[in-house]
C-alpha cells in the first residue's frame, strides 16, 4: 500500500474510534436504573477514600465488584464529576479491547483484516451503545476479551510477527500467561466469577472441537493463576472481612440466585439474545448474515476451520449458551460474544466480498433500496394528531436514510490498487454523521429528557430554601430510572412517597393531583411550582394547623 491510502485508512480508522467512542459522552442525562446508581457509588468512593466498600445511599451494595466503581472514581478525581466523567470507563475498556482484537486480526489473518475490524466493529450498535454507558458491562466484556486474545496466544493459534526482542517477549509463554490471568483478574472484578466460568467454557469447548487437551491446559500455566489471584483475590478478601454478609449476598443472591431463578424479574424466553445480537450489528446485520452464510456454505463444502475460527466460534457459542440458559436476562449480559462475532465478520468481508461480489452488491442494494423507501414514506406520513409522531418519523427517516447509504457505498467491491480505500470503507462515515447529529435527532424521539438531569437543574433554581434547610424530598409516579438519576443529581436520596410521611417535605408528581396522594393531617400547597418543561410539579406538604 502507498503512504496516501495509509494515511487516509489510518485517518478514517482514528476519527472512527475518536466517535464511536468517545464522541457525546455526556448527550444525555445519566439513565436507566443502573447508570445513576453506578456513578453514586463511584462518587462516594472518591468523596469518602473508601475503595473496598461499594455504598448506595450509605448503605453497602454487593450487586457488582469495584473495576467500574474505581476507574469511575479515578475520573471523576482528574476530571470532574459529570456524565463524560461517568461514562469515560466503558469508552475508554471498549477501545482496549478493539486494539486488542485488532493485533489479533492483524498477526493471524493480516493487516487488510485489522483495519476492517477497526472499522466494521466500533460503527456497531452493540459497541456505541455500550462504550457510552457508565456501567460495568463494557468494562468486563473488554477485559474479558483482552484475556481471551493472549488465550489465544497460549493455545498456539496466533502467529508471531516480528518485532525483533519485543516479538520475543511478548510472545513468549510467561508473558501470554501473566497477560491472560491479569486480564481475567480485572474481568472477575468487573462482574465476577462469570469471568471464570465464560473463558473456561470458551477454552474448553474448543478443547473438545479440536482433540487439542494439552494445548488448553496451558491455560492453567501457574504464571497465570498466581496473576489472577493477585489481580482478583485482595478485593474480594478485604471486602468480606469487612462486610460478613458480602459472600452471602454477592455470590449467592447476585450470582447464583440471578442466574438460576427468575427472583429479579428479568426473564426472556430462551431465543433472546438471537435477536439482540442482530440488532446489536446494526448497521452491518445484512452483512452479518451473508457472510455466516457463506462461511457455512464452504464449511459443508471443506469440513475444515482453522483452529482460531474455532476458538472464536467456540467463545461465541458458549457465551450465547450460557446466557440463553440464564433465567434473568438482559441485553448487556451477551456483550462477550460481540467481539469475537466482529473478528468474524471482519475477516469472512475480507475473504468473500470478492468472490461473491457480484450477489453481495445486489443483495445490499435491494436491502438499501428497501430501507431508503421506508424512509421516504416515514417523512412524508402526515402524523397531524401529534408532533411528537411526526418528529421521531421524521428522524428514524434519517436514520434509515443514512444507515441505507452505508451499506450503499459497503456494496462497492474493494478496489486493489488502493486496497479499498476510494470506496467500500468509506462505509463507516453515514454511521459517523449519525453519531455527531445524536443530539438532534434524540429530540425527535425524546422531547424531555429520559434523566433526572433537567428536573434537579429546575429544582435547584427554585427550591434552594428547602435544600439549606434539609426538608426531604420525595417522588410519586416516576420511573425507577428517572428517581435514581434525580438522587444522583441532587447529592441525596430522593424516596417514593408513602402514605404517612413528616409534615416538612416536598412532593414532586407529574400532574396537579396532589391530594390523592397526600391524607390528613397533611395537606398540599395550592399552588404548586411547575419545573420548567419537564412536566412536573413540586408541591410543598405541610400539617394542617389544628391537627
Given at each position: 500500500m502507498s503512504a496516501t491510502p495509509r494515511v487516509a485508512w489510518i485517518a478514517l480508522i482514528l476519527a472512527t474510534l475518536y466517535f464511536c467512542y468517545f464522541h457525546n459522552l455526556g448527550a444525555i442525562g445519566l439513565v436507566g436504573p443502573d447508570e445513576p446508581r453506578y456513578a453514586w457509588i463511584a462518587r462516594d468512593m472518591a468523596e469518602t477514600g473508601d475503595w473496598v466498600t461499594p455504598r448506595l445511599y450509605g448503605k453497602p451494595w454487593f450487586e457488582k465488584p469495584p473495576l467500574y466503581y474505581w476507574s469511575a472514581a479515578l475520573s471523576f478525581k482528574l476530571f470532574g464529576v459529570s456524565e463524560v466523567t461517568a461514562r469515560l470507563p466503558s469508552a475508554v475498556a471498549a477501545l482496549l479491547a478493539a486494539l486488542a482484537l485488532a493485533w489479533l486480526a492483524w498477526c493471524a489473518y493480516g493487516a487488510e483484516t485489522a483495519r476492517w475490524l477497526l472499522l466494521?466493529?466500533?460503527t456497531t450498535v452493540g459497541m456505541i451503545g455500550f462504550s457510552h454507558a457508565a456501567a460495568t458491562d463494557m468494562p468486563f466484556a473488554a477485559m474479558l476479551t483482552i484475556a481471551l486474545v493472549f488465550a489465544a496466544r497460549l493455545l498456539d493459534l496466533v502467529p508471531v510477527r516480528t518485532f525483533g526482542s519485543f516479538a520475543s517477549f511478548t510472545s513468549s509463554t510467561s508473558f501470554s500467561s501473566l497477560a491472560f490471568g491479569f486480564f481475567l483478574g480485572l474481568a472477575a472484578l468487573a462482574k465476577g466469577p462469570a469471568a471464570i466460568v465464560l473463558s473456561g467454557g470458551a477454552v474448553l469447548f474448543w478443547a473438545v472441537s479440536t482433540k487439542r487437551w494439552r494445548d488448553a491446559l496451558r491455560c492453567l500455566h501457574p504464571i497465570a493463576i498466581v496473576s489472577f489471584c493477585a489481580i482478583a483475590l485482595p478485593w474480594y478478601i478485604l471486602c468480606a472481612r469487612r462486610n460478613p454478609d458480602f459472600l452471602r449476598v454477592f455470590i449467592i443472591e447476585h450470582n447464583f440466585q440471578r442466574y438460576l431463578t427468575p427472583e429479579f424479574q428479568h426473564i426472556q424466553p430462551f431465543w433472546f439474545y438471537l435477536p439482540i445480537l442482530l440488532i446489536a450489528f446494526i448497521p452491518w446485520t445484512l452483512l452479518l448474515l451473508w457472510c455466516a452464510s457463506k462461511g457455512l456454505s464452504l464449511w459443508q463444502r471443506t469440513r475444515q476451520l482453522s483452529p482460531l475460527t474455532v476458538f472464536l466460534l467456540t467463545w461465541?457459542?458458549?457465551?450465547?449458551?450460557?446466557?440463553?440458559?440464564?433465567?434473568?436476562?438482559?441485553?448487556?449480559?451477551?456483550?462477550?460474544?460481540?467481539?469475537?462475532?466482529?473478528?468474524?465478520?471482519?475477516?469472512?468481508y475480507v475473504c468473500f466480498v470478492d468472490v461473491s461480489k457480484a450477489i453481495f452488491r445486489w443483495i445490499q442494494c435491494a436491502a438499501a433500496a428497501a430501507a431508503l423507501l421506508v424512509a421516504l414514506v416515514l417523512g412524508s406520513i402526515p402524523f397531524s394528531a401529534s408532533r411528537i409522531n411526526a418528529h421521531a418519523a421524521t428522524g428514524a427517516g434519517w436514520v434509515l436514510s443514512l444507515l441505507a447509504i452505508a451499506n450503499l457505498i459497503l456494496a462497492v467491491p474493494p478496489r486493489k490498487n488502493f486496497s479499498g480505500f476510494i470506496t467500500a470503507p468509506m462505509c463507516v462515515l453515514p454511521v459517523l454523521i449519525l453519531v455527531v447529529l445524536f443530539r438532534p435527532l434524540a429530540t425527535d424521539f425524546l422531547p424531555r429528557d429520559p434523566s433526572g438531569k433537567s428536573v434537579a437543574l429546575e429544582l435547584e433554581k427554585i427550591q434552594n430554601l428547602g435544600t439549606a434547610l434539609g426538608v426531604d424530598y420525595y417522588v410519586a409516579r416516576m420511573s425507577r430510572g428517572q428517581q435514581f438519576s434525580l438522587s444522583f443529581y441532587l447529592h441525596r436520596e430522593i424516596r417514593n412517597w408513602e402514605s404517612v410521611r413528616p409534615a416538612d417535605s416536598f412532593l414532586i408528581l407529574p400532574s396537579t393531583n396532589c391530594e390523592s396522594l397526600v391524607t390528613p393531617p397533611w395537606s398540599c400547597s395550592r399552588r404548586p411550582a411547575e419545573l420548567g418543561s419537564t412536566g412536573w410539579f413540586v408541591f410543598r406538604v405541610y400539617q394542617k394547623k389544628g391537627n
Open positions: 466494521l466493529l466500533p461465541v457459542v458458549f457465551c450465547l449458551l450460557f446466557f440463553s440458559v440464564s433465567k434473568s436476562k438482559l441485553p448487556g449480559y451477551i456483550l462477550p460474544a460481540v467481539a469475537p462475532i466482529g473478528l468474524l465478520l471482519a475477516r469472512s
